[in-house]
């Protein structure tokens, strides 16, 4: 029997490297401006700071306001070299001359770089005040206070010519030792600043903005109502930040990084169907639907909340959970669906409460959809969905300390995204079709005796059907104790043996009084008769166009057993016990605990009519023996059935026995 082992086929790797390319297609690569406010409304973030410099833009009233008042003056802007300043410095401290003239140089040097050394050239004479920028702030500074490299030297000379101890007295002296040499500009055009200036009090055109607000300030703070000033501050700041923000490093190491979530993240999809549901990798088709309702819900998240991430309120996440509760386990449902969220929080400013209020919503729409799931009980059920995300969204209002903050656009997008899900689940169907895959609306169909096919094998093989019922109702109760796919065994046990219809009296529940088929045949061509029913069963069910997943419990269903009581008897009449291959199925071992059930239980419902009495410790041997010869003729090798299921599946097929056949109460005869 199979454990949770690592599938070989290369096919289900290649659907999870499509996943993959498509997550990294959807991943965000550049930050995002995803608050949400209106003015007059409470900030509900934490507090928020300026991450970087940037202007106040105006209003359209505001702009029609000032353009009268253009003003054409130009502001020049300098900005810092510190650098310069201390290698200017530490090569004073080389110079070949005494300590104490070092000294006295650098101690004068000093003075000069501390008002900024500026070349002439960059300094229009017209310049009568300029801004000197230090640690992101601008200074005003007259212009005539700065030196120039002429003026810088003649600083340096008089300084020392002024100087009685100084033995440096002529300006020849400062030449020859190099000192002049040393002396550079520490101030250059800052043409960033002067652009930013421009725009703070406008030059040749209106300017845009009405203030300026540095890197580290606080714009809002948490619980503070949005006034008409703080609304404006926050649409500029969001205006630069879609501007300026985004990723600036390697572009190498972005998609290193995005590719490495990408990994993660089909790693995280892939465990959860290695733990819940192993059995998936064995069919592809499933696993191809499976994985395309994960990327259409990657998309949804990822996509709809880059406008406003209100909107992802009116997404219907529950609607994906919708989509594979027909197919697949309630258990992997809510893992993968718990996983796919994340993204919300992972990629979109305040999604936590999102991924909450969606999060409860997905499971509560699994637990109720087994309950009320048919036609107009889903209004129902999206109502109840509905109460339980308003009651989250309420919730989360009431820890920020008010209830002003309820905004009907919420409201509303929630309403959506809670009966959305109602119209788009009949897109099922469609699906359906695409994948070729069973709803269990289907399978409740095909479990109807009144449909074609069943009258067929009631009518023409009366005792089969009986048998496929009682394997029915047996295999259910097994399939209901380790949480396997009730429906869909259900439907298995009725089909599994139509194909006895084609020769109903080869089979000894539907010989009649007197008949004997196999009375006048060897036992090869009993067994070969015997054989025949997988075959024609598989012929039937295309006719009929059964599902294929149908179709795998009529080749599965004695997998690659031999007819033993037939086999029996030819070794026992002289024939070669090597010739066991005629006696064979040629289908194949059961691979999926469903189709383990239903095998183990026909053979059951078959043997347990031979028994001779119906005491407890004679259903607890014969169950016991019907498993282990499964087991020792390898028939569950394939199988995904684990030690723990089986335990339970024997004890309930012998509890089932022995209330199924239970002694009778002897009426006595009327005196």
Avoid at 321 to 327: F, K, N, R, T, V
Wanted: net charge negative.
């Amino acid at each position: 029997m199979k454990g949770n082992r690592l599938p070989g086929n290369i096919g289900v790797y290649i659907l999870f490297g499509l996943l993959f390319f498509v997550v990294l297609l959807l991943v965000p690569r550049k930050a995002r401006f995803n608050y949400e406010y209106e003015k007059g409304s409470q900030w509900r973030y934490e507090t928020l700071t300026a991450a970087f410099d940037f202007p106040i833009l105006k209003t359209e009233q505001q702009l029609l306001e000032d353009k009268e008042t253009v003003s054409d003056e130009h502001k020049y802007c300098f900005k810092f070299d510190n650098d310069i300043t201390r290698q200017v410095l530490k090569d004073a401290e080389n110079l070949s001359l005494s300590p104490e003239e070092r000294g006295r140089i650098i101690k004068i040097l000093s003075e000069i770089y501390s008002r900024g050394v500026v070349d002439a050239e960059s300094l229009p004479q017209s310049a009568d005040v300029v801004y000197i920028r230090k640690d992101k702030h601008y200074t005003e500074v007259v212009a005539s206070e700065l030196h120039t490299l002429t003026s810088a030297k003649n600083s340096l000379f008089e300084g020392l010519f002024y100087d009685s101890s100084s033995s440096i007295n002529l300006d020849s002296d400062l030449e020859q030792s190099g000192v002049y040499n040393l002396i550079k500009p520490n101030l250059f055009r800052d043409e960033d600043g002067e652009l930013l200036m421009k725009a703070y009090r406008g030059s040749e055109t209106v300017s845009p903005t009405i203030g300026y607000v540095s890197a580290g300030q606080e714009i809002v703070a948490t619980g503070e109502v949005i006034t008409s000033d703080i609304f404006q501050t926050l649409e500029s700041y969001k205006a630069e930040y879609g501007r300026s923000v985004g990723y600036s490093g390697p572009v190498l190491q972005l998609w290193l990084g995005n590719a490495l979530f990408s990994l993660l993240f089909c790693l995280l999809v892939f465990l959860a169907v290695l733990y819940c549901y192993p059995s998936l990798f064995d069919n592809p088709v499933k696993l191809l639907y499976l994985l395309f309702v994960v990327g259409l819900m990657i998309t949804a998240a990822l996509l709809v909340g880059k406008p406003r991430t209100a909107y992802l309120f009116m997404v219907p996440f529950t609607l994906f959970c919708l989509y594979l509760l027909p197919y697949f386990p309630k258990g992997l449902i809510a893992l993968l669906y718990s996983i796919v969220l994340m993204v919300i929080p992972l990629f979109v400013t305040g999604g936590w409460e999102i991924y909450i209020v969606f999060l409860i919503a997905g499971m509560v729409t699994i637990y109720v959809f087994g309950k009320i799931s048919k036609t107009w009980q889903q209004f129902l059920m999206a109502l109840v969905v509905f109460a339980f995300m308003f009651t989250t969204y309420l919730a989360f209002r009431l820890l920020e300390g008010s209830l002003d903050s309820i905004s009907t656009d919420h409201l509303l997008f929630l309403l959506l995204g809670a009966f959305l899900p109602v119209a788009g689940y009949p897109l099922i169907f469609l699906m359906e079709r695409l994948f070729g895959l069973v709803s269990q609306f289907r399978l409740e169909e095909l479990c109807d005796t009144n449909n074609k096919l069943l009258q067929e094998l009631s009518m023409k093989a009366p005792g089969t059907f009986q048998h496929s019922l009682a394997v029915m109702n047996m295999a259910d109760a097994a399939a209901r104790s380790i949480d396997a796919d009730v429906p869909l065994i259900r439907a298995g046990a009725m089909y599994h043996d139509i194909g006895k219809i084609s020769n109903p009296l080869c089979f000894i529940e539907n010989e009649t009084l007197g008949a004997k088929y196999h009375a006048n045949l060897t036992p090869k061509q009993s067994a070969t008769a015997i054989l025949q029913h997988v075959p024609d069963g598989l012929e039937i069910a295309r006719k009929y166009k059964l599902p294929q997943v149908i179709c795998e419990f009529i080749e599965t269903h004695h997998g690659q057993s031999c007819t033993g009581y037939f086999y029996s008897k030819f070794v026992n009449d002289g024939g070669d016990p090597a010739d066991k291959s005629a006696f064979t199925y040629k289908g194949r071992k059961p691979w999926t605990k469903e189709q383990s059930i239903l095998m183990l239980c026909d053979s059951i419902e078959a043997a347990s009519r031979t028994l001779a009495d119906n005491n407890p410790e004679t259903f607890d041997t014969f169950v016991e023996k019907m498993f282990r010869a499964k087991i020792d003729d390898g028939q569950l090798d394939d199988s995904v059935l684990t030690l723990n299921e089986l335990m339970t599946i024997k004890a309930v097929l012998k509890d089932y026995l022995g209330r199924l056949y239970h002694a009778r109460i002897v009426y006595p005869a009327s005196k």
